[in-house]
């Protein structure tokens, strides 16, 4: 998405989820905010899709906008759904797996 495209959500009312549809076997996302600061992005995942182990190097916020998923932090499991929120700690490893389709939204604050 081009920061116009980033630019034309400003000042809009919106369904967060909306912004991003599901694609049969796959894991489809969307920017919407990229900047200095850090940035927000939305994901969607069909069933069985995954986001491998992997670490970043600022904190991450994620919450499951709708569906389930797993998530590994740190070798510890944990099943999430809609309306849940975890955050990954800086460079500590982490994986998100979906258990149906599912999306989330993940906003990273660099720091």
């Known amino acids: 998405m081009t920061d116009k ?5 400003k000042g809009k009312v919106m369904t967060i989820g909306d912004l991003v549809e599901y694609q049969p076997g796959t894991v489809s996302s969307r920017m919407v905010i990229n900047n200095s600061a850090g940035s927000v992005t939305v994901f969607s995942f069909d069933d069985g ?7 970043a190097p600022f904190d991450a916020m994620v919450t499951i906008l709708e569906g389930e998923c797993s998530v590994r932090l740190s070798g510890e499991l ?7 929120t975890i955050i990954f700690p800086a ?5 998100v797996s979906a258990v149906t389709k599912f999306k989330m939204m993940l906003v990273m604050i660099k720091g």
């Open 78 to 84: 944990f099943l999430m759904k809609a309306g849940e």
């Open 49 to 55: 899709e995954e986001i491998s182990e992997h670490t």
């Open 5 to 9: 495209n980033r630019n034309e959500l």
């Open 91 to 95: 460079n500590e490893p982490h994986a």
